[in-house]
């Protein structure tokens, strides 16, 4: 079982989200994290939302992205009949919104899903900085190439999976993401949705999703401290989810 916790989230590793972003950034090029910690760009001050804030609306005008510095926010796109899909789970140290680089609108909302900090840059400075360092250009395109692999993984896997395999994988992904920024503890891993937002994200109803969280929690796959969690057995994991670890990034020979 996870370590008992009063507070989840306080109780992980404490890292600012310029330095995350560094980390990511520094797996896709040839340059250390501490050479992307200051980034070639002007960004707003920080400015803190509470959880269910929209930080842009599909649709709305939108010229600026969003470093994530502290907390999780999700994108999602709207369905019909009220419903909703999360496309995407943005943890500390993400670019909320660099899937909207080449339009001056946003494709999707974006939302707090905890209380989080975000500082804002503005689309044609981001562009600018490409333009003028190569290898920040190219760490950016790297981690942006990833994220749409991983959403593509995660789309399949959505698609054709039934319940405790689309939260199999959708857990296996969340854990491979929080060990690129060391947001682990023994193990453990926050993943604060709420079941309507994991149903959301996996494409199900609120019902089947806690039917599939007990199928993995009975059969010992993982364990579940509030929320914190824990891969208890991973070959089981790994086999049902028929999951794939994006992050372990291998570049091909020159």
């Not at 707090?112 to 190219?138: M, Q, V």
């Amino acid at each position: 079982m996870p370590p008992a916790s009063s507070n989840g989230a306080d109780d992980l590793i404490e890292e600012t989200g310029l330095a995350s972003l560094a980390k990511r950034l520094a797996r896709h090029g040839d340059s250390s994290p501490a050479e992307f910690l200051d980034p070639p760009w002007e960004a707003a001050p920080s400015a803190r939302r509470e959880r269910g804030d929209i930080i842009y609306r599909e649709g709305a005008d939108e010229e600026h992205f969003y470093v994530l510095e502290e907390g999780w926010a999700i994108g999602w796109v709207a369905l019909r009949h009220s419903r909703r899909f999360i496309h995407r789970i943005y943890q500390r140290g993400d670019l909320v919104g660099l899937e909207d680089i080449n339009w001056s609108y946003a494709t999707t909302t974006a939302e707090a899903l905890t209380d989080i900090r975000t500082s804002r840059i503005h689309k044609a400075e981001l562009n600018e900085a490409i333009r003028k360092h190569a290898h920040f250009g190219t760490a950016l395109l790297g981690m942006a190439m990833l994220d749409q692999v991983v959403a593509m993984d995660r789309a399949r896997s959505n698609s054709r999976s039934y319940g405790a395999r689309r939260l199999a994988h959708l857990l296996l992904q969340i854990e491979a993401r929080s060990a690129v920024t060391d947001d682990l503890e023994n193990g453990c891993f926050l993943f604060p949705l709420a079941q309507y937002e994991i149903a959301d994200a996996l494409g199900l109803t609120p019902i089947h999703t806690n039917r599939s969280m007990q199928q993995l929690l009975q059969g010992g796959l993982i364990s579940r401290d509030k929320k914190l969690y824990k891969i208890e057995d991973r070959k089981a994991m790994n086999d049902l989810a028929e999951f794939t670890n994006r992050y372990i990034v291998t570049r091909p020979n020159r």
